[in-house]
């Protein structure tokens, strides 16, 4: 699966970060950024916790067994 994410939702909480700083970052704006679109399945969960994680629902899983 992928991550995509909408930095015009994004509103910078920085939750996301938080949760998995392997796949998510804040940049000079203070809005996502998406490090590694593609997940490996052994790291859904902790994706998981982190799209759970934002308040805005401005990152979601993308892709075929999304
Ligand atoms: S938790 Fe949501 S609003 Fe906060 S930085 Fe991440 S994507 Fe943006």
């Known amino acids: 699966m992928r991550?995509?994410?909408?930095?015009?939702?994004?509103?910078?909480?920085?939750n996301c970060v938080g949760v998995d700083a392997k796949h998510f970052d804040l940049d000079d704006d203070g809005l996502v950024v998406v490090l590694d679109?593609?997940?490996?399945?052994?790291?859904?969960?902790?994706?998981?916790?982190?799209?759970?994680s934002c308040p805005v629902s401005a990152i979601w899983r993308a892709g075929a067994d999304a």
């Open 37 to 52: 679109e593609v997940v490996d399945p052994s790291e859904m969960e902790t994706v998981d916790a982190a799209i759970r």
């Open 3 to 14: 991550i995509k994410a909408d930095v015009v939702k994004c509103q910078g909480y920085g």
